[in-house]
Nanobody
Framework: QVQLVESGGGSAQAGASLRLSCAAS????????MGWFRQAPGKEREFVAV????????YYTDSVKGRFTISRDNAKKTVYLQMNSLKSDDTAVYYC????????????????????WGQGTQVTVSS
């Protein structure tokens, strides 16, 4: 069993930056992709960004393109989400997720496609 441990959430003013980290508990952990989702109060969990582990190819939801950057450190088995120019709409609990094999029919956007999840970290942006 693998645990994904997130850190880096907190409160920030609009326009500021935060960086989230997600580390796999097992050094031998090998994933096909790792990503970030978020869930605001009263809303469904939504896709934010994902990175394919071997190729480094990334995908983002439109609302964060140009502001957020996902990256990974293979040696540390850690994925990062650098969040710049934060907006109040970015307020949510952010979840790290890992997919072990190529995606099924629902693709990388669907939470159901992911095998492991972190516990979530709160990000609150005030205007």
């Amino acid at each position: 069993q693998v645990q994904l441990v997130e850190s880096g959430g907190g409160s920030a003013q609009a326009g500021a930056s935060l960086r989230l980290s997600c580390a796999a508990s097992r050094r031998t952990f090998s994933s096909y992709a790792m990503g970030w989702f978020r869930q605001a109060p009263g809303k469904e969990r939504e896709f934010v960004a994902v990175i394919r582990w071997s190729s480094g190819i990334t995908y983002y939801t439109d609302s964060v393109k140009g502001r957020f950057t996902i990256s990974r450190d293979n040696a540390k088995k850690t994925v990062y989400l650098q969040m710049n120019s934060l907006k109040s709409d970015d307020t949510a609990v952010y979840y790290c997720a890992a997919r072990l094999s190529p995606y099924g029919s629902s693709g990388y956007l669907a939470p159901s496609e992911y095998d492991y999840w972190g516990q979530g970290t709160q990000v609150t942006v005030s205007s």
